[in-house]
């Protein structure tokens, strides 16, 4: 697969994690879009989410394209950040704030962000964030290790809001979202009243003008001073939504100050790496450290999988077939350790990489391997089936139900290989035989 295969949005991998620990079946489900509330069918999860990068990575894409942002640093050590404080406290910051550096939200609550007025306080908070295990609602109980710090001056706020930009599928356009209640996750602002979400829906042709940045200027009840000064940080955060093929761009807060300016207090962005084979600039930005271990393994070999929670590993062909793999094995009371798709062309070679991927996870008790041989013939399955198992020298119990081209020459090639397999004649016999297998009911 390319890099310009199609891929996940960014919060498809947490919306399984979620409705894989219920009894809903995925086939079944409309996932409303995590951030932006814009009730989307079921996308299929692929090989990598779309790209995210850190908060200062986007502050300064964003500052290229003129939207004002703190003065402020990244820095690695303790003696970075130091310095980092040393330089705004001079250039006349009344105070800086220590930022963990880590791609989810919620930094704040899980005291990752805190604010210093004076230099040693800088340095004794940068000192306890960095290398601190960084848990939030978004990392899961596992957290994150932060590795990076944004050292940033203060500013004195009048008013957080909310700015966010997203592409909404159905209507094939963008949509440019604000809110008055900004700081806050925009999901509880939706549910609790969908009315202070603004919206404007963007014509590709024409493009974001400053008519629209005024209508969402004036629905945020922004004074007549910062209108203009609004205007200038909304088309600048278009322009750069668009220039870099982004799929999101979020600012949150977006703030005004007593002095009457408008800055991005925080940034988020996610790219469509469909796009990114001509944004070498942006790929550089990868941070793989905070991407789970196992996709970013499965990348490498154009593997398309997404790590879950359950016991039970699963390799399929076909994103559809996947998905419903999961259902069949949540009614047959088990639960599944992945995402798995090899596609249609997986070779045996990739079907030895998915094994050491499912292997790796420690986790999995069994593991099922369903398969509708099409453009990947049964038989090409089975034997990479074979020699993956030999070399991964596998003890796990394997369920295998195979159908389509050459499933006979399949079979036999499974048969005559030696090896313990248990073969299912049906979707529901695989998923039970599998769940027992792993110890359920």
């Given at each position: 697969?390319?890099?310009?295969?199609?891929?996940?949005?960014?919060?498809?991998?947490?919306?399984?994690?979620?409705?894989?620990?219920?009894?809903?079946?995925?086939?079944?489900?409309?996932?409303?879009?995590?951030?932006?509330?814009?009730?989307?069918?079921?996308?299929?999860?692929?090989?990598?989410?779309?790209?995210?990068?850190?908060?200062?990575?986007?502050?300064?894409?964003?500052?290229?394209?003129?939207?004002a942002v703190p003065r402020g640093e990244m820095a690695l050590t303790r003696a970075e950040a130091e310095k980092a404080a040393h330089r705004l406290f001079e250039?006349?910051?009344?105070?800086?704030?220590?930022?963990?550096?880590?791609?989810?939200?919620?930094?704040?609550?899980?005291?990752?962000?805190?604010?210093?007025?004076n230099l040693e306080e800088a340095k004794q908070w940068a000192d306890k964030i960095l290398g601190?295990?960084?848990?939030?609602?978004?990392?899961?109980?596992?957290?994150?290790i932060v590795q990076r710090l944004l050292i940033e001056e203060t500013l004195p706020i009048e008013r957080e809001l909310y700015l966010g930009i997203v592409v909404d599928r159905a209507t094939a356009r963008p949509v440019f979202m604000a809110s008055a209640a900004g700081g806050m996750e925009i999901e509880e602002v939706a549910a609790k009243d969908p009315?202070?979400?603004?919206?404007?829906?963007?014509?590709?042709?024409?493009?974001?003008?400053?008519?629209?940045?005024?209508?969402?200027?004036?629905?945020l009840g922004l004074k007549g001073s910062q209108i203009n000064e609004a205007v200038k940080l909304m088309t600048g955060l278009y322009r750069a939504f668009v220039d870099t093929d982004a799929?999101?761009?979020?600012?949150?807060?977006?703030?005004?100050?007593?002095?009457?300016?408008v800055f991005a207090l925080d940034a988020k962005f996610g790219f469509d790496d469909n796009a990114l084979y001509r944004h070498k600039d942006l790929k550089e930005l990868r941070d793989i450290s905070e991407?789970?271990?196992?996709?970013?393994?499965?990348?490498?070999?154009?593997?398309?999988?997404?790590?879950?929670?359950?016991?039970?590993?699963?390799?399929?062909?076909?994103?559809?077939?996947?998905?419903a793999t999961m259902d069949i094995i949540k009614y047959a009371g088990g639960s599944p350790a992945n995402f798995l798709d090899v596609g249609g062309g997986a070779n045996a070679e990739q079907i030895g990489h998915a094994f050491e991927i499912l292997l790796s996870d420690?986790?999995?008790?069994?593991?099922?391997?369903?398969?509708?041989?099409?453009?990947?013939?049964?038989?090409?399955?089975?034997?990479?089936?074979?020699?993956?198992?030999k070399a991964?020298?596998?003890?796990?119990?394997?369920?295998?139900?195979?159908?389509?081209?050459?499933?006979?020459?399949?079979?036999?090639?499974?048969?005559?290989?030696?090896?313990?397999?248990?073969?299912?004649?049906?979707?529901?016999?695989?998923?039970e035989k599998v769940v027992a297998a792993a110890g359920g009911r």
């Open positions: 697969m390319s890099e310009r295969a199609s891929s996940a949005d960014h919060w498809f991998a947490d919306s399984v994690r979620r409705l894989i620990k219920s009894q809903v079946p995925f086939s079944r489900l409309h996932l409303r879009y995590e951030r932006f509330i814009i009730r989307t069918p079921i996308r299929t999860p692929t090989r990598n989410p779309d790209m995210k990068i850190h908060e200062y990575q986007a502050k300064t894409i964003l500052a290229k394209y003129g939207v250039e006349g910051a009344k105070g800086v704030v220590v930022k963990a550096q880590i791609h989810a939200g919620g930094r704040g609550k899980g005291g990752g962000v805190k604010i210093a007025k601190m295990r960084l848990v939030t609602h978004q990392t899961g109980p596992e957290g994150k009315k202070a979400i603004i919206k404007e829906a963007i014509d590709p042709t024409i493009g974001f003008q400053p008519f629209h940045a005024r209508k969402l200027a004036f629905g799929s999101l761009c979020e600012i949150n807060p977006f703030i005004t100050t007593t002095d009457g300016r991407e789970d271990p196992l996709e970013v393994e499965a990348s490498k070999y154009n593997l398309n999988y997404i790590k879950l929670d359950g016991n039970i590993a699963c390799l399929v062909n076909g994103a559809g077939l996947a998905m420690k986790n999995v008790k069994a593991i099922l391997i369903n398969i509708f041989g099409g453009i990947l013939r049964v038989d090409t399955l089975a034997d990479g089936v074979v020699q993956a198992a991964t020298n596998l003890k796990l119990p394997l369920v295998l139900r195979l159908e389509g081209t050459n499933v006979e020459q399949g079979r036999e090639i499974l048969k005559n290989s030696g090896l313990n397999f248990q073969v299912a004649e049906t979707m529901k016999d695989a998923a």
